[in-house]
């Protein structure tokens, strides 16, 4: 947690530190940096959701891969 913590803390340092905005923007950037990388893995899994549905031949291979990882492990 001490770990995370410290990470989070760094992170908003260097967004108040380094953004180029009015301080209530650079405050309200600092404290939500963590979303970004929330974001781009919501947006990659529902890229391949999307290509599971528009490429059926993927989602065969991928739902294949699954359930042999699933069985196998």
């Known amino acids: ?3 995370f913590l410290s990470i989070y803390a760094a ?5 108040l530190w380094r953004t180029d905005a ?4 650079r405050l309200v ?3 939500l940096w963590p ?5 781009f893995l919501l947006t990659v899994t529902l890229l ?3 290509s599971l549905v528009a490429f059926p031949v ?3 291979v991928v739902a294949g891969g699954a359930l042999t990882w699933w069985l196998l492990a």
């Not at 992170?11 to 967004?15: C, I, L, M, R, Y």
């Not at 009015?22 to 923007?25: E, I, L, S, T």
Request: charged content about 0%; aromatic content about 4%.
């Open 29 to 31: 950037i600092s404290l």
């Open 11 to 15: 992170g908003v340092a260097a967004a």
């Open 1 to 3: 947690m001490i770990t």
């Open 48 to 50: 391949i959701a999307a």
């Open 58 to 60: 993927v989602g065969f």
């Open 35 to 39: 979303l970004g990388p929330l974001a």
């Open 22 to 25: 009015p301080a209530p923007a």
